[in-house]
C-alpha cells in the first residue's frame, strides 16, 4: 500500500510540475508572439512613412535646368505646382510618429524653407532656382540621415525609447 501511495503521490507531482513548465512556456511563447506582431505592425508603418521621404528625396534629387541655365529642383518645376509641392512634403511629415526624430526635424526645415520662401503659386520654379544649393544641402542632409536609419530600422524597440516627444511648435513668419 505505501508504495502505490508513492507512486500516485509522484505521479500527481509530476503532473503538476509538468503542467507548470508547460504553461509558463506557453505564456511566454504567446507573450513573444503578442510582442513580435506589433514590432511587425510598428515596422510596416515606419517603412511606408521612409517609402514617402524616399518619393520626395527623389522629386528633389532630380535637377531641372531652366532656359537660363539655372537649375533647381524637379518639385518646383512648375509655378502653379505650389499645392503639390506642398502635398509632397506633407506626405513625408504626416508620419512623423514613425520617422525618426532627426529626420523629421530636417522636413520641417525643409517645409519651413517653402513655406515662407515661397508666395504661393506665384514664383514657384524662381524659388527652387533661388534655393538650389539651400535646398540640396537639405536633401543631402536629409539622405544621410534616411540611409542611417535604414541601418537601424529593424530595431523596433530602440526606435521606441529613443523617440522624444517635443514642443516643436514654432510660429512662422508672415508670407508678404
Do not use: C
Request: proline share 2%; aromatic share 10%.
Amino acid at each position: 500500500m505505501d508504495i502505490l501511495a508513492i507512486v500516485l503521490s509522484s505521479s500527481v507531482v509530476s503532473g503538476v510540475v509538468g503542467a507548470a513548465v508547460a504553461g509558463w512556456f506557453t505564456l511566454r511563447s504567446k507573450r513573444d508572439e503578442y510582442a513580435n506582431a506589433y514590432y511587425k505592425m510598428i515596422l510596416e508603418r515606419r517603412i511606408a512613412a521612409y517609402e514617402q521621404v524616399e518619393h520626395l528625396i527623389t522629386s528633389i534629387k532630380t535637377a531641372v535646368v531652366d532656359s537660363d541655365q539655372r537649375p533647381y529642383h524637379f518639385l518646383f518645376s512648375a509655378d502653379d505646382g505650389y499645392v503639390d509641392a506642398l502635398k509632397q512634403v506633407f506626405g513625408a511629415m504626416s508620419n512623423a510618429l514613425w520617422l525618426s526624430d532627426q529626420l523629421y526635424d530636417l522636413l520641417r526645415e525643409l517645409n519651413i524653407l517653402i513655406y515662407s520662401g515661397t508666395k504661393g503659386n506665384a514664383g514657384l520654379i524662381d524659388f527652387g532656382k533661388t534655393n538650389y544649393v539651400t535646398i540640396a544641402e537639405l536633401r543631402t542632409n536629409i539622405e544621410r540621415v534616411f540611409a542611417r536609419d535604414m541601418l537601424v530600422l529593424h530595431d523596433v524597440p530602440a526606435f521606441l525609447k529613443g523617440k522624444k516627444p517635443s514642443d516643436s511648435y514654432t510660429p512662422l513668419a508672415r508670407r508678404g
